[in-house]
C-alpha cells in the first residue's frame, strides 16, 4: 500500500512538474514577446516619422499611423470632420470654429447653415492614411546624399578589400608555417586589440597633413592594406581548422606557398573571410569618429558625417532626418537578413572592432 | 652525407622566410601605424604643440595640468582646486556612465540570452528581434533616440505622462541630472550584441554536464547556478573588459547628440569627448596626447587589474578547482 501511494505521488509530482514547466515556458515567451515589442517601438517610430507630413509630426507626433486630419468644404473653407455624439447617435459633423470654454461649433456638412455649439474634448477627430513618400526624395535633395553615399561606398569597399588582401596574407603566415619570432610576433598583434585608437590617433593626424592626405579618403581606405588584428585573428582561427593533408597533397604537386594560399585555403576558408568582409562593411559604414576628423569638407563627408551635420542644420526637419536615417541603416538591415547565420553564429568578435 | 643537415636548415631557413614574408604587410602596418604614432605621441605628449608651429618641450607641464591640485581636491572636495576640474569632469561621467551601464546591460543580456536559450516557440524570430537594434548603432540610431527622448514631444515621455501618470517626466538630454542616464537607455537598446555572445557561450556548454547534474539530482535552478554559472564566467568576464575599455572611447552617440558640447552643463562631457575637443577644436595636441596617454595607461591597469582578480572567479573547462 505504501508503494503504490509513492508512486501516484511520484506520477502526480511528475505531473505537476511538466505542468510548472509548461508555464514557464509560457511566461518565457511572453516575457519575450513584450521585449520584442518594446525593443521595436523606436523601429516603428522612425518609418512612420519618415513618411509623415511636417505639420503632423508637430501636432501629433507620437501618432504611429502617418495620417491627415479628414476635412470636408464647408462655404468655400475646409473644416476638420468630427465623429459628434448626438441625440439620435453618432454622426459626422465638421469643425467650423472653436468656442470659449472648450466648445466648438460644429454644422453637419449637408446643412451648413444649422450651428451646433458641443465640447470639443469630447468629440473624435477624423482622420485618412497619408504617407508622404515624397520625403525620401526631398531628404535625398535637401542634401548632397549621392555624393556621400559614393564616398561611403568608396570607403567601405575599397578598404574591404585591402582589409582582405592584406589579412589573408598575414592570417596565412601566422598560421602555416613554423618561425621562432612568429608567436611573439602573433601576441604582439593581438596586444593591440586592447590599445586605444586615441593613442597614436593625434601623431597619425599630423602625418596624414604632411602627406597632403587630410580632407582626402585615403587616411580612412590605406591603413585597411595593412592588416588588423581582429580580421587576421578571426581568419588565422578558421585557417587552422583546414586539414594540413591538403596544403602537403599540394605541396607534392609542386605547388608553392602562395599558390597553396590562393587553390587551396582561401576557397575553403571562404566563410570566414564572409564574416570578415561583413563585419568590415558594418564598421566602415558606421564609423564616425574617423571621417569626422579626417574630413573637412562637405564634398569628402560620408553618410554618417553628412548627416550628423544636415542635423546639427536642420534639426527641425524630423521627417527628412528620419528619411535619411532609415535610408542608412538599410543596407545594414538588408545585410542581417540575408546573412543571419553569420551574425549569430560568428558574431562573437564583432563587438570589438573599432 | 654532410649536405643533409644543411639542406633541412635550409628548408626550415626557407620556411621560416616565407611565413615573416606573409607577415610583411602587417609589420608595416604595425611600425607605420601603431609604433611610430605611439611613440610621437608620447612625445607630444610632453610638448607645446598645436600642429602649425614645431613641438615645443614642456617637461611635464601637461601632466601637472592634469594633477595639480588633486591632493587638495581630495581634501576639500573644491573643484576650484583643480588645475583642469573639466579633465576630472570627464573621468566622472565616463565613470558614472560605465557604473550604470555596464551592470545593466550585464544583467539584461545574459537574462535574455539564457531565456532565449530555452525551447520555445519562434526562437529564431525572437533572436533576430532583439538582436537587430546592435547592428544598426552609430549616427542615424543617435538622431533617432534624440526624437524619442525629447522632453516635450518625444514618445518616451508621452508614454510617461500619458500612459504611467507622471506629472514632470525628466528633461533627459536636455536635463543635467538626467543626461548620463538618457544615453544609458539609448545604449540598451543595443543589449542584443552582448546578448548573442551570451547565447553563443551557453550554446557551447557540454550537453552531458546538464545530464550529470540531472543524475545527481539537481532542479533547473541548481544547475544554473552550478553548471551555467561557472561555464558562462569567462564570456561574463571577457564582455567586463570588453565594456569597460569601450566606454572609454565612448564618442559617436554623445558627439551627435550634444554637437560635439557634452553639454548641458558639461553633464555628458565624456573622456574621449574632451580628447577630441582638445585635440581637434583647440588644437592643444601636446595636452590631448596626455590625456591619450592617461587613457592608454588607465585602459592597460583596468584590463590588469581585471585579469589578475578573473582567477579568482572566472572558471576555464578543465581547470580543476579545489573545495
Known amino acids: 500500500v505504501t508503494k503504490m501511494r509513492t508512486t501516484t505521488m511520484f506520477r502526480r509530482l511528475r505531473e505537476s512538474m511538466r505542468a510548472i514547466e509548461m508555464a514557464l515556458a509560457g511566461i518565457t515567451t511572453l516575457i519575450l514577446a513584450a521585449g520584442a515589442v518594446i525593443i521595436m517601438i523606436p523601429l516603428a517610430f522612425m518609418i512612420s516619422t519618415s513618411l509623415k507630413d511636417p505639420g503632423q509630426i508637430r501636432s501629433d507626433g507620437n501618432t504611429l499611423i502617418p495620417r491627415t486630419p479628414l476635412t470636408v468644404a464647408i462655404n468655400g473653407k475646409d473644416a476638420p470632420l468630427y465623429e459628434v455624439q448626438r441625440p439620435d447617435g453618432v454622426v459626422q459633423m465638421a469643425m467650423i470654429k472653436k468656442a470659449p470654454g472648450g466648445m466648438a461649433n460644429f454644422v453637419d456638412p449637408a446643412q451648413p447653415d444649422t450651428v451646433v455649439l458641443l465640447p470639443l474634448a469630447e468629440q473624435t477627430a477624423l482622420y485618412q492614411l497619408e504617407i508622404h513618400w515624397g520625403n525620401y526624395v526631398e531628404a535625398v535633395q535637401a542634401m548632397p546624399f549621392f555624393q556621400y553615399l559614393g564616398n561611403t561606398l568608396i570607403v567601405t569597399f575599397v578598404g574591404m578589400i585591402g582589409m582582405l588582401f592584406s589579412s589573408s596574407l598575414v592570417a596565412y603566415g601566422f598560421s602555416r608555417f613554423r618561425a621562432r619570432w612568429l608567436d611573439v610576433l602573433f601576441l604582439l598583434l593581438l596586444s593591440t586589440i586592447m590599445l586605444p585608437s586615441q593613442v597614436r590617433l593625434i601623431p597619425l593626424y599630423v602625418f596624414f597633413q604632411n602627406l597632403g592626405w587630410v580632407n582626402t579618403l585615403l587616411p580612412l581606405i590605406v591603413p585597411q592594406f595593412f592588416a588588423n588584428a581582429y580580421d587576421v585573428f578571426l581568419l588565422r582561427q578558421f585557417i587552422m581548422t583546414i586539414p594540413l593533408e591538403m596544403d602537403d597533397a599540394a605541396r607534392i604537386d609542386g605547388a608553392n606557398p602562395l599558390q597553396i594560399l590562393l587553390y587551396i585555403i582561401l576557397p575553403q576558408a571562404r566563410p570566414a573571410l564572409v564574416s570578415v568582409a561583413i563585419f568590415h562593411f558594418l564598421y566602415a559604414w558606421n564609423d564616425f569618429y574617423e571621417p569626422l576628423i579626417f574630413l573637412h569638407t562637405r564634398d569628402k563627408w560620408t553618410l554618417a558625417v553628412g548627416l550628423q551635420t544636415f542635423d546639427a542644420l536642420y534639426t527641425i526637419n524630423t521627417h527628412l532626418i528620419m528619411a535619411v536615417s532609415l535610408l542608412m541603416i538599410l543596407p545594414p538591415i538588408i545585410l542581417f537578413f540575408l546573412a543571419q547565420r553569420i551574425f549569430t553564429q560568428g558574431v562573437v568578435f564583432s563587438g570589438v572592432k573599432g | ?323
Do not use: H
Open chain 2, 1 to 323: 652525407m654532410a649536405q643533409q643537415p644543411n639542406t633541412r636548415r635550409s628548408l626550415a631557413w626557407r620556411e621560416a622566410m616565407a611565413g615573416y614574408a606573409f607577415i610583411v604587410p602587417w609589420i608595416i602596418g604595425f611600425l607605420v601605424f601603431t609604433v611610430g604614432p605611439m611613440l610621437s605621441s608620447l612625445y607630444f605628449s610632453f610638448t607645446d604643440y598645436n600642429i602649425i608651429d614645431a613641438p615645443r618641450w614642456v617637461g611635464l607641464a601637461n601632466y601637472a595640468r592634469v594633477f595639480q591640485g588633486v591632493p587638495e581636491y581630495l581634501m576639500s572636495g573644491d573643484p576650484r582646486q583643480l588645475k583642469d576640474p573639466i579633465f576630472w569632469k570627464s573621468l566622472q561621467v565616463t565613470l558614472y556612465f560605465a557604473a550604470m551601464s555596464l551592470p545593466l546591460i550585464l544583467v539584461f543580456s545574459f537574462s535574455l540570452a539564457v531565456l532565449l536559450n530555452q525551447k520555445i516557440f519562434g526562437l529564431r524570430i525572437w533572436r533576430s528581434i532583439y538582436f537587430l537594434p546592435s547592428i544598426i548603432s552609430g549616427v542615424a540610431v543617435t538622431l533617432l533616440w534624440m526624437r524619442i527622448l525629447n522632453p516635450r514631444m518625444g514618445i518616451l515621455n508621452t508614454f510617461l505622462r500619458d500612459v504611467v501618470g507622471v506629472n514632470s517626466p525628466p528633461g533627459w538630454l536636455q536635463d543635467p541630472n538626467c543626461a548620463v542616464p538618457a544615453l544609458v537607455i539609448m545604449g540598451m537598446w543595443g543589449v542584443g550584441g552582448s546578448m548573442i555572445i551570451y547565447l553563443a557561450g551557453l550554446q557551447g556548454i557540454p550537453t552531458d554536464l546538464y545530464d550529470a547534474a540531472k543524475v545527481d539530482g539537481a532542479n533547473a535552478w541548481q544547475s544554473f547556478w552550478n553548471v551555467t554559472f561557472p561555464m558562462m564566467t569567462p564570456v561574463l568576464f571577457y564582455n567586463v573588459v570588453l565594456g569597460l575599455i569601450t566606454t572609454f572611447q565612448y564618442f559617436t552617440e554623445v558627439y551627435v547628440a550634444t554637437g560635439g558640447a557634452g553639454g548641458p552643463q558639461r553633464a555628458t562631457m565624456f573622456y574621449n569627448l574632451y580628447l577630441y575637443q582638445n585635440a581637434f577644436r583647440y588644437f592643444d595636441m601636446g595636452y590631448a596626447s596626455t590625456m591619450a596617454w592617461i587613457l592608454f595607461i588607465i585602459v592597460l591597469s583596468l584590463t590588469g587589474l581585471i585579469f589578475r582578480s578573473s582567477e579568482a572567479w572566472v572558471y576555464y573547462e578543465g581547470q580543476l578547482r579545489g573545495r
